[in-house]
């Protein structure tokens, strides 16, 4: 039977939105602890099945996906010690890559989500992203339009510029794709599906939807640099 998400993982996420405090986490760090440890289980599920379509996902340990809960609020006006969800990104190099990939986002409240794509790559990746998507347009809108991409993301969010990529005409009719800096498919789940026992197979659903996607973001990168 597929592993599941625990109730009192998404408890635990609650409350710790609700008491983001040192003291209170030091008082409840056993439930920190058999939650993190259900959703890496939960993971290193998700990695074994995604192997049936995603190369990526062979040789990779869910512990060394998951990012840290501790937050650097060093330089942010956010004094709060800890993130109030657990979050893995599947890449080719791991959590810290820069190449597309796909995240896990488990929170209380609703919040939880599931997402697809690039997140802000630097100046010459994006640039070798937006001259693929200005080369190969009708591949790429034959991809954000497929009827199971739109089943489960609906459309593509990211930060944009408000002004026109440099090199760029403002009626280049991929425009509304060149403008933006992460390309992201994002999934909103809530809560009850969250907890469902079929949760794992609603994961992979969405993370085999996205691949094309992920696919088709990820090959100028393989260029860049050589």
């Keep these: 039977m597929a592993t599941t998400i625990d109730k009192n993982t998404l408890n635990f996420l609650k ?21 993190r440890k259900n959703y890496i289980a939960f993971l290193e599920e998700l990695l074994q099945q995604m192997q049936a379509f995603e ?25 709060r010690p800890y993130k109030d969800h657990f979050g893995a990104y599947i890449a080719e190099g791991g959590r810290k890559s ?10 209380g409240n609703n919040n ?45 969010s990211g930060e944009q510029l408000k002004t026109t990529p440099k090199g760029y005409d403002k009626d280049n009719p991929a425009i509304e794709y060149l403008r933006f800096k992460s390309w992201n498919a994002v999934k909103p789940i809530s809560d009850e599906v969250v907890l469902r026992k079929d949760f794992m197979q609603v994961v992979l659903d969405a993370f085999r939807a996205v691949k094309p996607f992920n696919d088709f973001l990820k090959r ?3 260029d860049v640099g050589e």
Excluded: C
Excluded at 19 to 33: G, I, L, V
Excluded at 58 to 76: A, E, N
Excluded at 133 to 148: G, M, R, S, T, W
């Design 55 to 79: 190369p990526v996902a062979y040789g990779q340990q869910g512990k060394d996906l998951v990012f840290r809960i501790y937050r650097d609020v060093r330089f942010s006006n956010d004094k």
């Design 112 to 156: 939880s989500f599931v997402a697809g794509g690039l997140w802000m790559p630097p100046a010459n990746e994006l640039k070798g992203v937006r001259q693929e998507i200005d080369y190969n347009l009708d591949e790429f809108k034959a991809l954000v339009e497929a009827p199971e991409f739109k089943k489960h993301f609906n459309q593509i």
């Design 220 to 222: 100028p990168l393989q």
């Design 98 to 107: 820069i190449l597309p990939g796909y995240y896990l986002h488990l929170a």
């Design 15 to 35: 409350d710790l939105a609700e008491n983001n405090t040192r003291e209170w986490f030091a008082q409840h760090k056993s439930r920190y602890d058999a939650a």
